[in-house]
């Protein structure tokens, strides 16, 4: 593997103990894929781990102050922002994601952020609350247009008794998307937008209708994807399977939410929309639970869900290159699918049969056909990963062909 250093390595007050661990595990796995890592720890987290111990990890002298007189007669901030391959922020507090979308440098980790010409790749780790922040929801979406990659956060138990997302990521999961930043692929240069799982769409509070979905076929698509030098956004409902380690993960939950993400990854090179969008919402939703009454049922109303799909794909300006729609169906598939690509005006729609008997929804496996202007393809059952390793060559193959 290529030198990826420094590591920046900070440690913020809202974390546990365990997310230090993570981190020293991180340098540890690096070194044993042959990374050269420089560590910069800063004062916050000299208070969980000692430099020492950090340095002792990593084989490497320790940076930690901007104004080490050693250091800076030869301006150390500056010589390590050059040195690198890779510029790796784990874990990634709110306090310094906000001074990198605000481009302040008050520290060495901060200086050596804005002063780098390194790709910057960060693993966000905080309170669930602070994630979305607005304010931490702002300043991700400024350092995802600068160009900085996430890593996470994952979802999961916190120490402080809550549930969401915030997690850091794992370190194999952010050693997994290092590498990946490093391949060169087919696709290379291409940011290709993928939609994944159901949305749901509330009756109230506690009650949803939504598709069935567990977003496997969506995660595998982009992992397949990242492995060609891609740069994938990943628009996802709550869906079961995780996203992909190095995607740039934009949550949803409805599908108005994720008409709007998609708007917002706008401009891309392809479009890739496996996601379950309900068709309906309801247009009665209440935000108080519905109770059981002697009175009858309550009464629902439904509104159509916007088409995100037939919205790209009939975009007059800046629509993607290669729009690839999927179609979950029942019974005449290609029929069906052939029909629905030309209402919505994609270039490839990728049909399926999801009928109880196949096993597919919720399996493994799939068995797909590709319709294109050159007709259907019908490609053998094989498994989700397999699948989308073909359409990823598909893909590459397109691109490859434009540019002869």
Request: proline share 6%; with cysteine; net charge neutral.
């Amino acid at each position: 593997m290529a030198d990826v250093a420094p590591c920046v390595f900070q440690y913020p007050l809202f974390l546990t103990r365990f997310a230090v661990f993570k981190s020293l595990d991180l340098i540890r796995r690096l070194r044993e894929h042959g990374a050269t890592v420089t560590p910069v720890l800063t004062r916050a987290a000299e208070q969980f781990v000692t430099p020492l111990s950090v340095s002792a990890l990593a084989a490497s002298k320790v940076y930690r102050d901007l104004f080490d007189l050693t250091d800076e007669a030869e301006m150390g901030h500056i010589q390590l922002s050059r040195v690198a391959d890779l510029v790796v922020v784990a874990p990634a507090t709110a306090d310094l994601m906000a001074k990198m979308a605000g481009g302040l440098a008050n520290d060495l980790a901060s200086t050596l952020l804005l002063a780098t010409d390194a790709p910057v790749m960060i693993a966000p780790a905080m309170n669930v609350r602070m994630w979305e922040h607005p304010a931490t929801r702002r300043n991700a979406t400024q350092l995802t247009a600068d160009g900085v990659r996430f890593i996470g956060p994952a979802s999961g138990d916190m120490a402080c008794g809550e549930f969401g997302p915030g997690r850091m990521s794992e370190p194999a999961e952010i050693v997994q998307a290092i590498a990946a930043s490093f391949e060169t692929g087919a696709l290379r240069g291409k940011t290709v937008l993928v939609t994944s799982g159901p949305t749901h769409e509330p009756i109230d509070p506690v009650r949803y209708i939504a598709n069935r979905s567990s977003g496997a076929q969506g995660t595998a698509i982009a992992t397949a994807l990242l492995s060609k030098g891609a740069e994938v956004i990943f628009v996802t409902g709550p869906a079961e399977v995780a996203p992909p380690p190095g995607a740039r993960v934009v949550r949803v939950e409805t599908a108005n939410q994720m008409l709007e993400a998609v708007r917002n990854a706008l401009p891309v090179d392809a479009a890739v929309f496996a996601a379950a969008v309900a068709d309906w919402r309801v247009s009665t939703a209440s935000d108080k639970k519905l109770k059981k009454s002697k009175g009858g049922l309550p009464a629902i109303s439904f509104a159509e869900n916007p088409d995100i799909l037939r919205e790209v794909a009939q975009m007059d300006a800046g629509r993607p290159s290669l729009v690839v729609g999927f179609a979950a169906e029942t019974d005449d598939v290609v029929a069906h699918a052939t029909a629905k690509r030309a209402r919505k005006g994609c270039d490839w729609i990728v049909a399926n049969d999801v009928s109880p008997a196949t096993g597919i929804m919720g399996g493994t496996e799939n068995a797909v056909t590709v319709i294109d202007d050159d007709g259907a393809d019908a490609w053998p059952r094989m498994s989700k990963e397999q699948v989308s390793k073909r359409l990823a060559d598909r893909i590459a193959a397109h691109f490859a062909g434009q540019s002869k």
